[in-house]
């Protein structure tokens, strides 16, 4: 009996001490990173409880297993066997249910808390959501804006509506906590509230080929009134598009080329646009050419034929009107 | 030398070589005649090399003469009903033999071999992403037709399909070598089938690694489609090395269940069988019934990548999460056949050194059966994020909070055992208790990812790869160190090092926590899965190094094991005895076993782990009947 009491004590310490220890690295009363939606707190409430019973779980086996170990170690010299002790069905029922009753709890935790996480505002924003190899393109549909960064109010429900041009992509922003794939063939549907303004980035989490890991387009939550000045300004430029440069900018926002090609000299996945009209380009197969509209042509419609040395032959091939392609030309050289 | 050049296993790679080229060539002639393309990249066309794949690994199976003894029957001919072999010393284990406890040490060996390719596989990559940024496989390099990234995602695949098909040839090796020794029997009930189990595979591996050199697959080792669709011929590969790898899981199940319920020692009712027989039993059941839902949702990519069949293009009406669904009704209870030995290995050993019985045999018994049976209703808790129907999610949910129970079972259990023991603690017993631990790691951060508003967030993020090592870890590679450090008395007649295996051990495992530790960690703070590099805002470029120096300690620990394990087969201390004073039969014969297991049969007189009561006897050898012949 005295043995008992002795293990009880220490596997309440032990429980507590673990608890202590993972809150003192940050991982117990909230998932990491920073929560930054209204689901997660419902989640990150779950995944308290959750840490208090693994803790707890975690002492109760641990303890009596150090314990037995350090005190019922055989002496030296001792060639006896242990108690013969076959097994106790009142425990063994007892540890049966005590679990059960838990797990029951957490299932219907779990339950509310998808609940919670799930809960429709009939006044959402939508926004559109085309994922592709190996970039993220945004549509607001209500006014005609196409975006490579995701701009959200703050404290208002937004709506995305997925979908995927070529192979399953799963969107995902840490500091909204909720992961959703977005699969070839249908809608499937993401909703967030944010409540708290900042950069974030949305990151694929489908392993989608080469270039998976650089997947990620940046998530900015600003106050309702800056958001407003952002639809103003994109508005205007999507007005002020009409000429082919214009047209060109557009088009390389919504078929995601920026995604991989940067506008400002940064290497991305492919070259950058940055001064690309006119250069000479080294091939991976030794060969080399003037970037003129034949080239930029041809690595859209066959971009596999003629790899930069340095990049990975991966980008999808493009099928676009010999106008979208001359409009998008015309903007690639104003790139300099 | 020349002697290894003759041996079965030289003469079916070298059938595998031809007949790849036979079936390839075959079909480039017909593609000739049709007028098709004739080369590709790798020089024979995906059709080509898959006929080539196909064909190859049949052409083994005849050349190493797995099934030359079935062609004589078919001929006519007939074949004594136990082979004596011919060979001696190693060359036992590089022929066909039809000896158990060979094949044991067969499949075990391969699974060793698989396990370091495997993990040289994760250093590889591991150090790839010890600091954001690409380090060495950048998009400069060019191997096997594949660059850095190309290279990084193959090595990640391979490792996740090796490993597995290490450990499925793993649990083989340990259920062949103890099974029939724990009931009593001679062997396993169709021997001849157990050697074309284990021969299967090699011819599986060899796929598998053919991947690699045939540009790749860059999906990961669950092959999703569509990416699935767009991969690389190497895809073809792993599809069909895994296919005939199932063959090597289905058989063996086959064979340990009809062994178990037919060769059992007089006396020997289910409750008096030793604890691990009972794993074995639940672990072939599930091999015997979901492993062709793997084979099959494999084979309908090949036949969608063959012939256009859109099974899964959405574009043609098919729906790429079926594939999920298929995919998963195998790969989830797939873990479970991984580990179920294992947690039996540990069963096993507990009452030996604890000096102690099995604490609630019964349930530890029922368990294994409960967690194999709802192993099968719990496979969509891998799809949460996948756009399934979304009150699906609930009952899966609830199915897989379920498997927590006969899993505490089992803890509980073990924890009594040890209680009031007296326990000593040489190696075997060492990862028996790490096992223990670590896979109580795995099953305490298993709940948050089945409730499903927290997996939304873990899901696909390293939190499940670390949550899912400690499993693999705990529930298979510790045991199966602890059986190899404690049968292999059994099998050489020595035993090996304790002082060294101390070193495997105090080296293994620390870094192994910190290993899954910060691999959870860094998970929850934003890093993805099958990612070559990640984004160095996140912060965690430290905690990645120290998770490569962690990766790095581990392998240094199984080269400790390599070097015991195969020095300790010649130099071993001699250990012919009872080695860890036991009541299990097979200790009660001297070690090495002989060829045809028992001289005399035994009798199933009492409880298997009686320890601590006075003059009780598991089982009691029977002199040879006066009358019978010899």
């Not at chain 1, 930069?308 to 392609?325: K, N, R, S, W």
């Not at chain 2, 792993?238 to 059992?264: D, E, H, K, Y």
């Not at chain 2, 199966?480 to 105090?506: C, D, N, Q, V």
Request: net charge neutral; with cysteine.
């Amino acid at each position: 009996m005295r043995q008992f009491v002795i293990v009880g004590i220490l596997v309440v310490l032990m429980a507590i001490l673990t608890y202590v220890g993972l809150d003192a690295a940050g991982v117990a009363k909230q998932m990491h990173p920073v929560a930054a939606s209204a689901q997660a707190a419902s989640i990150d409430q779950l995944w308290h409880w959750e840490i208090i019973a693994i803790s707890f779980l975690f002492a109760l086996i641990v303890v009596p297993m150090f314990y037995s170990l350090i005190v019922f170690r055989r002496k030296k010299g001792d060639n006896s066997d242990g108690e013969h002790m076959e097994g106790n069905t009142s425990l063994e029922i007892g540890w049966t249910v005590g679990p059960l009753v838990l797990v029951v709890f957490f299932a219907y935790f779990g339950a509310y808390s998808l609940g919670e996480v799930r809960r429709a505002d009939p006044q959402a924003l939508e926004i559109k959501v085309k994922g592709q190899q190996f970039t993220w393109i945004f549509e607001y549909p209500e006014y005609g804006i196409v975006s490579s960064e995701l701009y959200l109010p703050v404290d208002r429900q937004v709506v995305l509506k997925m979908e995927s041009t070529d192979v399953i992509h799963s969107f995902w922003v840490p500091e909204f906590r909720v992961k959703q794939d977005v699969v070839p063939g249908r809608v499937t549907e993401y909703r967030i509230t944010p409540t708290l303004e900042g950069s974030y980035k949305v990151r694929c989490a489908e392993l989608c080929g080469t270039s998976h890991a650089y997947m990620e387009s940046p998530v900015i939550v600003t106050s309702q009134v800056k958001y407003d000045a952002w639809l103003v300004e994109q508005q205007a430029l999507a007005a002020a598009a009409q000429t082919p440069e214009g047209q060109g900018q557009r088009l390389a926002v919504s078929n995601g080329c920026i995604g991989c090609h940067s506008i400002d000299g940064s290497p991305l996945t492919g070259p950058t646009w940055f001064g690309l009209f006119g250069s000479e380009r080294q091939f991976a197969d030794g060969t080399s050419a003037v970037a003129d509209e034949a080239y930029i042509t041809n690595s859209i419609l066959n971009p596999t034929e003629q790899v930069v040395q340095g990049f990975a032959p991966v980008m999808p091939p493009y099928t676009l009107t010999d106008e979208e392609i001359a409009n998008l030309i015309a903007y690639i050289k104003t790139l300099k | 030398m020349k002697r290894f050049f003759s041996s079965a296993l030289s003469l079916g790679l070298l059938w595998q070589f031809l007949g790849t080229l036979l079936g390839a060539g075959l079909v480039t002639g017909i593609r000739a005649l049709m007028g098709l393309s004739i080369t590709d990249t790798f020089f024979f066309t995906e059709p080509a090399w898959v006929m080539g794949g196909f064909t190859g690994a049949i052409a083994f199976l005849f050349g190493s003469g797995a099934v030359s003894d079935w062609m004589k029957w078919a001929r006519g001919i007939d074949t004594p009903d136990h082979h004596e072999d011919h060979h001696t010393g190693w060359e036992k284990y590089v022929n066909v033999s039809l000896d158990h406890k060979v094949i044991g040490i067969q499949y075990t060996i391969v699974a060793l071999l698989l396990i370091s390719i495997g993990g040289l596989f994760a250093l590889i990559f591991r150090t790839e992403l010890a600091w954001s940024e690409l380090q060495f496989l950048t998009v400069d390099i060019k191997l096997f037709g594949q660059n850095g990234p190309q290279l990084y995602n193959t090595l990640m695949s391979l490792h996740g399909m090796i490993m597995i098909v290490s450990i499925l040839l793993g649990i083989a090796g340990i259920i062949n070598y103890a099974v029939p020794l724990l009931l009593g029997a001679m062997d396993m009930a169709f021997p001849r089938l157990n050697a074309f189990s284990f021969w299967v595979s090699v011819p599986a591996a060899v796929l598998l690694l053919m991947s690699l050199f045939l540009g790749g697959f860059d999906t990961g080792w669950t092959g999703y489609p569509p990416l699935s669709v767009r991969a690389p011929v190497g895809m073809q590969m792993f599809f069909l090395g895994v296919f005939v790898a199932g063959w090597s899981s289905i058989l063996g199940a086959l064979n340990v269940i009809a062994t178990v319920l037919r060769m059992r020692a007089k006396g020997m009712n289910a409750m008096r069988m030793p604890i691990f027989v009972w794993a074995a039993i639940a672990t072939s059941l599930i091999a015997l019934t979901a492993t062709q839902l793997i084979g099959l949702s494999f084979q309908l990519v090949m036949f969608q990548r063959l012939f256009g069949m859109g099974f899964f293009d959405a574009a043609k009406g098919g729906n790429p999460v079926l594939f999920q669904h298929l995919f998963w009704f195998y790969s989830h209870p797939a873990v479970y056949v991984f580990i179920l030995p294992g947690l039996g290995v540990i069963s096993e050993l507990l009452p030996v050194f604890a000096r102690k019985p099995l604490f609630g045999y019964r349930w530890i018994a029922m368990s294994s059966l409960g967690i194999a049976l709802v192993g099968f209703v719990v496979w969509a808790h891998h799809m949460f994020t996948s756009g399934m129907n979304e009150y699906l999610r609930v009952p899966f949910m609830y199915s897989t909070l379920l498997v927590a129970i006969p899993t505490g079972v089992k803890f509980f259990s073990w924890v009594a055992t040890l209680w009031k023991g007296k326990i000593t603690t040489p190696t075997p017993m060492l990862f028996v208790l790490g096992g223990i631990i670590v896979f109580l790691l795995g099953g305490l951060s298993g709940p948050p990812n089945a409730t499903v508003s927290t997996d939304l967030h873990l899901h696909d993020t390293y939190f499940i790869v670390g949550h899912f090592h400690d499993t693999i870890f705990g529930g298979f590679v510790f045991p199966f160190f602890a059986a190899i450090y404690y049968w292999f008395p059994k099998a050489t007649g020595r035993r090996m090092s304790e002082t060294l295996g101390k070193w495997h051990f105090w080296l293994m495992t620390p870094s192994f926590f910190v290993l899954t530790f910060g691999m959870m960690y860094i998970g929850l703070i934003g890093m993805r899965r099958r990612i070559v590099d990640f984004d160095p805002a996140l912060g965690i470029d430290t905690a990645h190094m120290i998770l490569t120096i962690a990766g790095y300690l581990i392998g240094v620990s199984v080269l400790v094991f390599f070097y015991n394990f195969f020095n300790s087969i010649k130099n071993g201390e001699k250990a012919e005895g009872n080695v860890w004073n036991s009541r299990s039969p097979e200790w009660q014969v001297p070690s090495p076993m002989p060829a045809h297991n028992y001289e005399q049969p035994f009798e199933v007189v009492g409880e298997p782990y009686d320890y601590g009561l006075e003059g009780s006897q598991y089982v009691k050898f029977i002199s040879p009947a006066k009358s019978g012949h010899k």
